[in-house]
């Protein structure tokens, strides 16, 4: 059974900083892509980044871009998402997903990503 637990997560001001991390257990992360994903109240689930299991190759929301990392640590089988210049509409639950297939070089589309953890509070204040 895929475990997954975030961590990390909040109450910041506008333009502040948080890192979630994701842990897997290592059978769970070792060759998968990971995603984190959020959901706000009354909105569907949406993207926010992706990275191959290598590292190699990372992928991002435009609502993201240049303000989230996402990276990951194969050793501690742990993935990280820091998000600076936090604003309001970042406000969210923040979740991690396995890609459904293994081993690719590339990150996949959103829809590849399942097995969702639990997620992890994030509120950015105005």
């Known amino acids: 059974q895929v475990q997954l637990v975030a961590s990390g997560g909040g109450l910041v001001q506008t333009g502040g900083s948080l890192r979630l991390s994701c842990a897997a257990s290592?059978?769970?992360?070792?060759?998968?892509?990971m995603g984190w994903f959020r959901q706000a109240p009354g909105k569907d689930r949406e993207f926010v980044a992706a990275?191959?299991?290598?590292?190699?190759?990372?992928a991002y929301a435009d609502s993201v871009k240049n303000r989230f990392t996402i990276s990951r640590d194969n050793a501690k089988n742990t993935v990280y998402l820091q998000m600076n210049s936090l604003k309001p509409e970042d406000t969210a639950v923040y979740h991690c997903?396995?890609?459904?297939?293994?081993?690719?070089?590339?990150?996949?589309?959103?829809?590849?990503?399942?097995?969702w953890g639990q997620g992890t509070q994030v509120t950015v204040s105005s």
């Open positions: 997903a396995l890609d459904k297939l293994r081993w690719r070089a590339v990150v996949g589309p959103p829809a590849d990503f399942g097995s």
């Open positions: 990275i191959s299991w290598n590292g190699g190759s990372t």
């Open positions: 290592e059978r769970t992360f070792v060759g998968y892509a």
